[in-house]
């Protein structure tokens, strides 16, 4: 059960604790989520070689620019929802050489205002800022070199990994997750190596790598097709990262005209599993199955904000202390809480207000099984939560889980189950795994979706009905009409995917802005995604078909019936005509009083309220409010 | 029902809210006058509606099956018609549980949440209201008690001030006033420090304004996807071509099977936008709008894409079989809460909040007496909670042959010592590494998965690993061991050129692995020593030379409290191989030389 200390920090005694609950557990295991990870980019001449980018008009565009725009782009959502991963950047194939072994053609990338930064760290807005400008001056500084050459023993790509693995040696595997993420657009790095060597270097790059690999580092290649050619995995890099035939079959090359879809694809393999807490399923008469829940959705919200001191820039730690309204006495907890009832204030001890929230020691009780017709599109109450077996926890648990998904899909049926810890009743909806050319869109499992109660239900469909004749409903023709339109304004694809939250994208975009201290920081403000395409709507085929679509419901005449409405609006509802006339009446009735006189003369309080107003009226004040305070209002605008 | 008549007649105002509830067994008495019944009822629900008066009707049904009188039954169908009435709930239920969520006592005046334009292109709008159709009912925030003021006096408020001071890290004695305090939002590990002033900047100007982004098959918006408690759109009541208009599209999405995209500001500046799925209810009597429930969808920023295994492809031996299938079947489809011709139960608007009723009950009791003690659950709710025992009862077979189908067995936590874990794998990874390519591949559950019953020699370590995270005997850890054994010398013996070596250190290292895990540390140790005096100048010597170089040893103390030899002898043990190795066979060194000559400098 919930602990007290939370009640504390919210005064918030029953709200969402169960929530806070659910994060707190999640905390226990945000230990591992932390992501440490290198992005090793190559910086050979062919990476410099352009494309073009049909998405945008056209542009020619280099695959490295390609590359970094999309890192950048990752960057970027690592601050937005991991920020404990930390990163650092490193280039192969390049002329200059900067990293601990001294290696050449490896160039480990740092942020200007951190020079000597030879450590991953958490992305920062000046890493982030010099990164996404670094072609400006990445030929002066860098500089690109053609990697493995006919002659020359060197191999920076074997010296690549080997740096990335020595910057990958801080944390342990246990708490966190070790990544490289290797751009390219060469699919055999020795084909130009002397054949002497060739094998060889073949050989010890390919070691290196199962190396990494042993140590608990993934290492993800990202493939980028040159145009007109193909990018072979199985030429070199399907056996450095150890791949199966299926996968490599599987393996998706981002062909360079879809060189865009590279930050899909990296965002797609941004997020490690967290188990959100551990359950039990009880099923009646006593068996038990174990499941692990996960968090798929959940808001995404500004990070927290703290306060700091105005002068130096330190963060203030606050310290709360409670005082008796009473008597100014300092308390201290734990506090009694009290309910007024009807009048009464009626006190209750922590422990018997846990006490009424504990209905039940069962984590989650399978209740039976309904159609699924029966779950409504407004039976929703929060985010749901995926469940999936524990085979770790209970043997047979997935045995078991499997029967009662594949019946549950089978038979059109969901399951209703209390949940325990938040006392909510629960609609168990079974989902089947969806797959797409990019991998899996839907897992297989069963989401747990919060059910409303009674209390919690409103009815408003029956608010506006109408007493005394049925309500006009569309006609076959109508209907038709509307159809028409509906297929004309179709999303084909439509994926929540495909949308950012453009508050959160300006939240940071400004404070990216304003940690670099740029004066212009008003300039950042990212495209907003969820407006709808206007221009689109307008085009011929699809004006016309709303057009008989409102022609159908509206009558052909609306536009101008609309206008007549507003015209007579404009000259004044019947409320603004009331106010009209009381003005009308105010300015003639304003002049009995000498306003001045009763002010000075303290009179104004032997006037009613009425005659009070002729003033507010006259003057356009509120005329709101009791009668001393309209009488302070007179007094103020006097000038009194 | 002649209570009711005689409730609502005229005269009877102020009279807000009529709680009916009765078994609708009683006959309707026709009226003196010359009215149908269905006249009266009409009448009845006008004069309702004039006055404003709510009438909250439930029959109770009896639990007497089937059959229903034919008083009953024109009663129920009186009833439905007073139903079309706005003001009249009409509620038939027959279960204690739906009888408390049927009775709402408190009755919340909803707002709109928008009223304005649905925007579909910009040249066609429909005039639309918003309410919230679901809204959590929360326990109320109690407030803090002071006990401090002098008993009897009156005026005592008893609330508790809170007071926060800001305090400089360093410096605890500091107090930081509020006018030299600034805010800080979090940028990646940056506190960047923002004032009042440029904080409005950012946040997004809204426009408020319902757009809508497109329309979309059903099956792209999935159920789980819903994030928030949903909406209701209703049309501009009074509005008759707007709810010609919603009733053409609402038929129209129903119809095609679709749903509209909607990117919503409900206030002009609101903070953010959200992007919502509006799916049809089409209403079933002729006096009410179609309708629009909304619901909000999340941003591409609240997804967490995970993947997880296709539980189609799991191993055969965690796929149910078709007996248990059946019996799942069974349990799905018996185990009903709505089967046909009975009241669904459990619904959710006949179900009350539980806790929100033990609390109001204590709260009740608390303030007659403050030393009550918390109620326990009204029993009528006890269904929401456990599963009701009468459908337990009547479906009794198809769990039981449910349970019996399956085994369920809880797996103890293991007693490792972490720490110690984690040491070892790396020693082990410093030693082998091929090994660990195999074994870091595998996870527990393709492990627990195969149920491996001997150590093959196609993937001895992935045989060696299941066999030991088997749980269902005490035998599968000392056979496995044995075999693994026996394989390792198998395959030392059928090396030719050291073909087979590679694969040997493998399992050796998994061997070692395997028995620091499971507590076997003495068979580790006397198998490495045999393995010792049979390799140790003889055919096998270049095999030993590569365990000393991976320094792979005997298992100390430290790893396993069972074993036989200390840190440092095990350390020895390797070191003085290693010794009288060097002091027995100069000679070998030279070959070693020739062979990286033979490679070349490359590595």
């Known amino acids: 059960m919930s602990s007290f200390s939370n009640y504390d920090r919210d005064d918030n005694l029953f709200g969402d604790d169960d929530d806070e609950e659910q994060e707190k557990d999640a905390y226990l295991d945000a230990d591992v989520s932390r992501e440490l990870l290198v992005y090793l980019i190559d910086a050979s001449p062919e990476m410099f070689s352009p494309y073009r980018n049909q998405n945008e008009n056209d542009v020619e565009e280099t695959y490295f620019n390609a590359v970094i725009k999309a890192v950048t782009k990752d960057m970027k959502t690592r601050i937005i929802s991991r920020d404990r991963d930390e990163v650092a950047v490193c280039f192969f194939n390049t002329r200059e050489k900067r990293n601990f072994q001294e290696s050449e053609g490896v160039f480990v990338f740092q942020a200007s205002d951190q020079p000597n930064q030879d450590e991953l760290s958490q992305p920062t807005a000046r890493l982030i800022k010099d990164f996404s400008t670094i072609n400006d001056n990445f030929d002066k500084d860098i500089g690109s070199r053609a990697g493995v050459t006919a002659g020359s023993r060197e191999n920076p790509l074997y010296n690549a990994l080997w740096i990335a693995q020595g910057l990958l040696r801080k944390g342990s595997v246990k708490n966190s997750s070790k990544r490289i993420l290797l751009f390219t657009n060469i699919d055999d790095p020795f084909s130009d190596a002397d054949p002497a060597f060739k094998r060889d270097m073949r050989r010890t790059t390919i070691q290196r790598a199962r190396d990494a690999q042993d140590l608990g580092i993934v290492i993800d290649v990202f493939p980028l097709a040159q145009t007109g050619t193909n990018f072979n995995i199985g030429m070199f890099y399907s056996d450095m990262i150890d791949m199966t035939e299926e996968e490599k079959d599987n393996y998706v090359v981002i062909a360079s005209d879809r060189l865009d879809s590279m930050v899909n694809q990296m965002q797609k393999r941004l997020f490690k599993k967290r188990t959100v807490r551990r359950l039990t399923l009880s099923l009646p008469n006593g068996m038990k199955l174990a499941l692990q829940s996960f968090a798929l959705f959940r808001p995404a919200t500004p990070g927290s904000t703290a306060w700091v001191d105005s002068f130096d820039n330190k963060l203030l730690k606050s310290e709360r202390s409670f005082l008796c309204s009473d008597t100014g006495a300092l308390l201290t907890e734990p506090l009694l809480r009290f309910q007024e009832f009807k009048s009464h204030k009626v006190c209750f001890s922590l422990k018997e207000l846990a006490e009424v929230k504990r209905i039940t020691d069962i984590q989650l009780q399978l209740l039976g099984f309904k159609p699924l017709i029966y779950l409504k599109d407004y039976h929703n109450l929060r985010p749901s939560t995926f469940l999936y077996p524990d085979e770790e926890r209970v043997s047979g648990s997935t045995t078991a889980f499997i029967s009662l998904y594949k019946a549950m899909l089978r038979l059109k049926k969901f399951g209703v189950a209390f949940l325990g810890s938040s006392c909510r009743m629960v609609a168990l909806v079974a989902q089947a795994e969806i797959s797409n050319e990019f991998g899996q869109v839907e897992p297989p499992g069963i989401h747990m979706i919060y059910l409303p109660y009674s209390d919690d239900i409103r009815h408003i469909e029956k608010m506006h009905g109408s007493m005394e004749s049925p309500l006009s409903k569309a006609s076959d023709e109508q209907i038709q009409k509307a159809m028409a339109m509906i297929k004309k304004i179709d999303l084909k694809d439509f994926t929540y995917a495909n949308y950012s939250n453009p508050a959160l994208q300006r939240h940071y975009a400004i404070l990216e802005a304003i940690a670099l201290k740029e004066d212009d920081f008003e300039l950042a403000d990212p495209k907003d995604d969820t407006l709808p395409p206007e221009e689109q709507m307008l085009k011929p085929t699809i004006a016309q078909s709303v057009k008989a679509f409102k022609d159908s419901v509206y009558g052909p005449n609306h536009d101008l019936e609309e206008e007549e409405a507003a015209a007579q609006k404009l000259k004044g509802t019947a409320a603004a005509q009331k106010r009209k006339a009381a003005e009308d009446m105010a300015s003639y009735d304003y002049d009995k009083y000498d306003w001045n006189e009763l002010a000075d003369t303290g009179k104004l309080k032997d006037l009613t309220i009425t005659d009070l107003r002729i003033y507010l009226i006259k003057n356009k004040l509120q005329v709101t409010g009791k009668k001393d305070v309209i009488i302070n209002r007179i007094l103020t605008h006097l000038g009194k | ?404 189908q399956f085994v369920l067995k809880p797996i103890e936590e293991k007693h490792k010592r972490h720490g110690e874990f984690w040491k070892e794998k790396e020693e082990e990874r410093k030693g082998d590494d091929s090994a660990m390519e195999d074994v870091s591949q595998i996870s527990f559950d393709s492990l627990t998965a195969r149920k491996v019953s001997a150590i093959g020699s196609i993937q001895p370590v992935q045989d060696f690993e299941a066999m030991l995270a088997r749980r269902d005997s005490d035998e599968w850890v000392p056979k496995a061991i044995r075999e693994m054994k026996k394989l390792i010398i198998d395959l030392l013996d059928s090396a030719y050129k050291g073909n087979t070596y590679e694969k040997s250190m493998s399992c050796l290292s998994a061997l070692r692995k395997g028995c620091v895990e499971q507590g076997e540390p003495l068979e580790f140790n006397s198998f490495l020593r045999d393995l010792a005096s049979k390799c140790r100048g003889k055919r096998l010597n270049d095999f030993w030379d590569l365990v000393l170089d991976r320094r792979i040893t005997l298992i100390n103390k430290e790893e396993a409290p069972d074993s036989d030899v200390s840190e440092e002898e095990a350390l020895a043990f390797i070191s003085k191989e290693r010794a009288a190795e060097v002091a027995r066979e100069p000679a070998q060194e030279e070959e070693i030389d020739e062979m990286e000559a033979l490679l070349g400098e490359v590595v």
């Open chain 2, 1 to 404: 029902m002649d209570m009711l008549i005689k409730k609502a007649g005229p005269g009877k105002k102020g009279n807000k809210h009529i709680f009916l509830i009765t078994d609708g067994e009683s006959f309707v008495k026709d009226s003196a006058e010359d009215e149908t019944k269905e006249e009266q009822v009409d009448k009845l629900a006008m004069r309702l509606f004039e006055h404003g008066m709510k009438l909250d009707a439930v029959v109770v049904k009896s639990k007497s099956g089937f059959y229903k009188s034919k008083v009953r039954l024109e009663n129920e169908s009186l009833l439905k018609r007073f139903a079309r009435c706005p003001q009249v709930e009409v509620a038939f239920v027959d279960t204690a549980t739906s009888l408390l969520g049927a009775i709402k006592p408190r009755h919340i005046t909803p707002v709109t949440l928008y009223r304005g334009d649905l925007e579909l292109t910009p040249n066609m709008t429909v005039k639309v209201w918003v309410y919230k159709k679901v809204a959590e009912e929360r326990l109320p925030t109690l407030k803090k008690y002071s006990d401090k003021a002098p008993s009897g006096a009156p005026h005592a408020t008893h609330e508790v001030k809170m007071d926060i001071e800001y305090k400089s890290m360093e410096d605890p004695d500091k107090t930081v006033p509020p006018d030299q305090r600034t805010k800080a939002y979090q940028y990646g590990p940056q506190l960047v420090p923002i004032s009042s002033v440029v904080e409005d900047a950012l946040k997004l100007k809204t426009e408020k304004g319902v757009k809508l982004i497109g329309f979309t098959d059903a099956s792209n918006v999935s159920r789980h996807y819903y994030m928030k408690e949903a909406n209701i759109f209703i049309p501009e009541p009074g509005n008759s071509k707007s709810i010609l208009a919603f009733s053409a599209l609402a038929r129209a999405m129903k119809q095609l099977d679709k749903v509209a995209i909607v990117r919503c500001v409900w206030r002009q500046g609101q903070a953010g936008v959200v992007i919502g799925v509006l799916t049809p209810y089409i209403a079933a009597e002729e006096n009410f709008p179609d309708c629009f429930y909304f619901n909000i969808l999340p941003f591409m920023e609240d997804a967490r894409e995970f993947p997880f295994k296709s539980l189609d492809n799991l191993p055969s031996n965690m796929q149910p079989s078709i007996s248990q299938q059946e019996a799942a079947d069974k349990l799905v489809k018996l185990f009903d809460l709505a089967p046909e011709d009975q009241e669904e139960r459990l619904s959710p608007e006949r179900t009350l909040n539980p806790v929100l009723q033990r609390w109001y009950q204590f709260l009740h009791h608390k303030h007659m007496d403050a030393g009550a003690e918390g109620p326990p659950l009204d029993d009528a709710l006890r269904t929401v909670v456990e599963p009701d025992q009468e459908l337990v009862t009547e479906v009794e077979f198809v769990i039981k042959s449910f349970n019996n």
